[in-house]
């Protein structure tokens, strides 16, 4: 999404919004890139469930770049003479997991994260759905309780945000798109369901995760002697943008309004 004609100042504004909604220490941020090792891509489970959304980061091969600087080869959809270098980041949070693999936490603790994102979509792509896009999410990592604490004191938050801008929504049970739909975490996922969103006119713009001690149990993340179960409550900010725009029209009038939000939460 290009952002002009003043709506880059309201996507400051809602990040803004957002993170006085979470009221963390600003040494709990970070930013991550958008590159992730294969090994690690491999390790997070992501290409075994999602192939078909999986994004890679490729270069030509040495052997074919004369061809190439002298125009003998072009790029063209088929084209897949490439060597794969890195996978792009699916999910802003996977990059904490990572991050803290094998460590023992001494206290729970929410980590709050931002990353641009890359997914192969597979539905048509419009406002509210692309192949980059930016994911902002707030991680919860401790205790089973705790984790869904956050969830709903996520759902809470983001029903305060929605009210003031005067936005109707609707919040759904939902799941993954996994490739398979008959493996064994995707079956799970319909029979226990971990995952809601936040619905605006038949789009989701956020969603409320509850990964139980997946991450936990797989990257050796302990609290105490016991795996870490994790929760995120992760923002579209595309899609909150699209939203914004159809709700107020102009820039002004939305970052008006996200301001007014935030003397709110400062009184």
Not at 151 to 162: C, T
Not at 168 to 186: H, K, L, N
Not at 256 to 261: H, N, Q, Y
């Amino acid at each position: 999404m290009d952002l002009v004609d003043g709506w880059y100042h309201v996507r400051m504004a809602l990040e803004r919004a957002l993170d006085d909604l979470f009221a963390l220490d600003p040494r709990a941020f970070v930013e991550f890139d958008s590159v992730v090792g294969t090994e690690d891509m491999e390790a997070l489970g992501y290409v075994r469930n999602f192939p078909h959304l999986t994004c890679l980061m490729c270069s030509l091969p040495p052997a074919r770049l004369g061809a190439f600087s002298k125009g003998e080869e072009r790029l063209s959809r088929g084209y897949q003479a490439v060597d794969v270098d890195f996978a792009l980041l699916p999910a802003a949070c996977y990059k904490i997991y990572l991050g803290l693999r094998g460590r023992r936490l001494d206290a729970e603790r929410v980590v709050g994260c931002i990353a641009k994102c890359f997914r192969h979509e597979d539905k048509p792509l419009d406002a509210y759905r692309a192949v980059n896009f930016t994911m902002k999410e707030y991680v919860h990592l401790g205790s089973a309780q705790a984790a869904q604490a956050h969830l709903e004191a996520g759902a809470a938050r983001i029903d305060a945000l929605m009210r003031h801008l005067g936005l109707a929504y609707g919040t759904e049970t939902a799941s993954d798109p996994f490739f398979d739909a008959t493996t064994s975490v995707a079956v799970m996922s319909r029979l226990m369901p971990t995952k809601r969103e936040i619905v605006y006119d038949g789009h989701a713009v956020s969603s409320l995760n509850y990964h139980r001690n997946y991450f936990g149990d797989k990257f050796d993340i302990r609290l105490g002697e016991e795996p870490v179960h994790t929760s995120c409550v992760a923002f579209g900010i595309e899609r909150w943008m699209a939203m914004l725009a159809e709700r107020f029209g102009e820039a002004a009038a939305a970052e008006e309004a996200l301001r007014g939000f935030e003397a709110g939460q400062a009184a």
